[in-house]
């Protein structure tokens, strides 16, 4: 049987539907899968063109496209961008609480007599077992998940509403599904696969490294220091920019200092109107906003190629949010400057935003709730007094120890052989420690790259379980060539990506080596940086077939 040549028909449909004479790198091997009726899981930055994955091999598979992601001003963008080229092969509707019933018919009528190509729709949407009946009859070839890690726990943009999207999908007909995100470090990579149920998903890492993106990082010892820097900064580079603090007083506060000292600026924070929200976003997009100070709930959905700087004054929860938010400057592949200016004391801040655990009785009080039979998450609110965001997340805890499970209708209930609800508490709560010391590793990582005296991309990309062979030659350590080469025979011990055992800690996997030290992730302790010298010597860490 002759094999499909997969190349000349996607560069055909790149070339004539979207005027795109050549694909970019990344882009064709996942492609590959979609046509191949792949799962896969797909980490490009920002800018890198994830969107095209999923639309042109769109235009090849029957069955229209179901596309997933978390903000309407995103979809929005993603819609109008398709509907210009005046293509109905490209045609885009949305499902959402933007549009009215009349409008929502409409959009599922133009599906079904095949005038549009593409869904964009919401989680909360597919939950109705209605709707979720009328997208299953339209067969569906494909789903696109955008903003993938809104999924993982791990993600500092974690959406307990995403928990359900396994579910869903498997709801409307189980089409191939195809995962798109900007950062994912092996553990959000798990965690979508696990949560999406991906069977044998492809995975493609590449272009991780932002070769236009200037890294540098400054100790400050004080905040006269922290605020010399940052006016310094602003004084030699272009705008705009994005200034990202750890707390809302902190957005409000910067911004206004900011003002006073001659730099226009402005705040922005998940605790603002949602009118005031929507109104910055669209202000910053339009030029209208030269230096925006912000929370990390600022960004996702940003189409702004121009952004020329992002700088953080505080330390970032972990490798994860801070590669999300420095990959928001420099789309246009011009030169961009990524300055993070940290404090020691960032680090408390860090932890007191980690949080508690969950109170014992309310996991056990919803475990029982859920063992009375399926029940909607409106019911089970109303039965345990949780708000949606605890919700969601205990749910999620649940679900991770096999005490709850989503079924029909996006009912929530206890499978057969749950545990009972005292011990499926017990097991929820040592899941949350177990996480909570992961977390706590992904600070320290963020922390050992502040610190570190290597090559800066070369840590950052280990972190993420990618090698960069050479230095970057775009950072401050190898612009000021202080940037150390791993010791001679280091990278031999044991190579990148294998696993590893430890007496203690257990399995892990070889993520990198940076002088004489490697960082080895392990499934329950996270992330650990050990001496070379210390685990030959001692013998350490053994093989681990997994």
């Known amino acids: 049987m002759k094999l499909p040549i997969y190349g000349p028909r996607l560069r055909r449909v790149a070339r004539h539907q979207f005027g795109w004479p050549s694909l970019r790198p990344g882009q064709f091997k996942p492609m590959r899968a979609v046509l191949r009726r792949r799962d896969a899981l797909v980490v490009l930055p920002t800018g890198a063109g994830k969107s095209a994955i999923y639309q042109i091999p769109a235009v090849l598979l029957p069955g229209p496209t179901v596309v997933i992601s978390p903000l309407l001003a995103l979809q929005q963008d993603q819609i109008a961008a398709l509907n210009e080229r005046n293509d109905p092969k490209l045609r885009a509707v949305r499902v959402s609480s933007a549009e009215t019933p009349a409008q929502q018919r409409e959009a599922i009528a133009e599906l079904r007599e095949g005038r549009a190509e593409f869904l964009f729709i919401t989680p909360e949407q597919l939950s109705d077992p209605d709707r979720m009946a009328e997208v299953r009859a339209l067969r569906p070839g494909l789903v696109a998940v955008d903003e993938a890690h809104c999924i993982s726990a791990w993600g500092h943009d974690f959406r307990p509403d995403y928990l359900s999207l396994g579910h869903l999908i498997k709801g409307i007909g189980r089409p191939p599904v195809l995962a798109l995100t900007a950062t994912a470090s092996p553990p959000v990579r798990d965690d979508i696969i696990a949560r999406l149920h991906l069977h044998k998903p492809e995975i493609h890492v590449s272009g991780l490294d932002r070769r236009n993106l200037f890294l540098e990082v400054a100790y400050s010892p004080d905040e006269g220091y922290r605020w010399r820097q940052l006016t310094a900064l602003l004084d030699r580079v272009t705008r705009p920019g994005i200034i990202y603090v750890a707390t809302r007083r902190a957005a409000e506060e910067l911004a206004a200092r900011l003002t006073e000292a ?92 980690t949080g508690g655990a969950p109170d014992e009785v309310e996991v056990r009080e919803l475990a029982a709730a859920l063992r009375t039979g399926p029940q909607t998450k409106t019911a089970l609110k109303e039965a345990t007094g949780l708000g949606p965001r605890k919700l969601g997340q205990l749910l999620g805890l649940l679900e991770q120890v096999g005490a709850a499970t989503a079924g029909t209708g996006n009912r929530w209930t206890a499978p057969r052989y749950a545990p009972l609800p005292a011990a499926a508490a017990a097991a929820a709560i040592a899941e949350h420690e177990r996480r909570q010391t992961v977390q706590r590793s992904r600070t320290d990582m963020m922390r050992a790259f502040a610190e570190t005296r290597a090559c800066r991309t070369q840590t950052l990309l280990a972190y993420f379980g990618e090698e960069l062979t050479k230095r970057c030659g775009h950072c401050d350590n190898c612009a000021e060539g202080t940037a150390e080469e791993a010791a001679p025979g280091t990278a031999e011990l044991f190579a990148v990506h294998s696993h590893v055992r430890h007496g203690e800690w257990g399995v892990g996997m070889v993520m990198g080596y940076e002088e004489d030290r490697m960082t080895v992730l392990f499934d329950e302790v996270g992330y650990k940086t050990l001496s070379v010298p210390v685990v030959r010597e001692h013998a350490l860490l053994v093989a681990e077939q997994k």
């Not at 998940?270 to 100070?293: S, Y």
């Not at 121009?306 to 938010?325: G, K, M, T």
């Open 262 to 353: 001659g730099y226009p600026a402005e705040f922005y924070h998940g605790g603002m109107a949602a009118g005031l929200r929507e109104q910055r976003h669209e202000d910053f997009t339009n030029d209208k906003i030269d230096i925006m100070v912000a929370t990390s709930a600022f960004g996702m959905g940003i189409d702004k190629a121009n952004i020329r700087w992002v700088a953080h004054v505080a330390l970032p929860d972990s490798p994860d949010s801070y590669f999300q938010e420095i990959g928001r400057a420099g789309r246009d592949d011009e030169p961009a400057h990524a300055l993070l200016l940290w404090r020691a004391e960032d680090e408390a801040i860090q932890r007191f935003f």
